[in-house]
Antibody, heavy 120, light 108 residues
Framework: QVQLQESGPGRVNPSETLSLSCTVS????????WGWIRQPPGKGLEWIGH?????????NYNPSLKSRVTISVDTPKKQFSLKLSSVTAADTAVYYC????????????WGRGTLVTVSP | SYVLTQPPSVSVAPGKTASITCGGD??????VHWYQQKPGQAPVVVVY???DRPSGIPEQFSGSNSANTAILTITSVEAGDEAVYYC???????????FGTGTKVTVL
């Protein structure tokens, strides 16, 4: 069955860029919305943004993070990626990648999540 | 930006019914999804499109959505239903996904 797996450093220095990848296995990466959601320790879910894997590869980001976020897709590798710049301790969270069929649809497939800690 | 408000916690005795609200401006005009998240796990959808259940989710989970409130109802609550529940919508005016604040359900 289709699975998602996040990968990337578990610790990032303050002011640097957080980079994560999500690998899609067992299925296609085409024609879905691929998103990132994060959850600070003990807190709720926060949508970071998504990319629609089609001709345009359109993206949309949480306005509170928009100036620091980039989401992209690498089709041959069946991966999509998150870059979050100028991180602070407030960016410490479990980061999930997830899939949606449509904009108004639900996230039907999630990765297991990866904890990223921002500290020197 | 669009805001979804949930009560922080709901307590319910085993076998009883839990109702979790999700408040938002004219949320009845939007499509609401509900997720269950247990400790250390990724969220799992339990109700989608206001009231539908994915395969494998028991009938004890149901949803409704009208006016300014969506509701997730869990009947015959069991210890295994203890979790945090989140509502989620797509805000068409901004093209953003929005999650509710989350409700921790405790089985007494």
């Amino acid at each position: 069955q289709v699975q998602l797996q996040e990968s990337g450093p578990g610790r990032v220095n303050p002011s640097e860029t957080l980079s994560l990848s999500c690998t899609v296995s067992g299925g296609s990466i085409n024609s879905y919305f691929w998103g990132w959601i994060r959850q600070p320790p003990g807190k709720g879910l926060e949508w970071i943004g998504h990319i629609y894997h089609s001709g345009s590869g359109s993206t949309n980001y949480n306005p509170s993070l928009k100036s620091r976020v980039t989401i992209s897709v690498d089709t041959p590798k069946k991966q999509f990626s998150l870059k979050l710049s100028s991180v602070t301790a407030a960016d410490t969270a479990v980061y999930y990648c997830a899939r949606k069929y449509t904009l108004m649809g639900y996230f039907d497939l999630w990765g297991r999540g990866t904890l990223v800690t921002v500290s020197p | 930006s669009y805001v979804l408000t949930q009560p922080p916690s709901v307590s319910v005795a085993p076998g009883k019914t839990a109702s979790i609200t999700c408040g938002g401006d004219n949320i009845g005009d939007k499509t609401v999804h509900w997720y269950q998240q247990k400790p250390g796990q990724a969220p799992v959808v339990v109700v989608y499109d206001d009231r539908d259940r994915p395969s494998g989710i028991p009938e004890q989970f149901s949803g409704s959505n009208s006016a300014n409130t969506a509701i997730l109802t869990i009947t015959s609550v069991e210890a295994g239903d203890e979790a945090v529940y989140y509502c989620q919508v797509w805000d068409s005016t901004t093209d953003h996904q929005v999650f509710g604040t989350g409700t921790k359900v405790t089985v007494l």
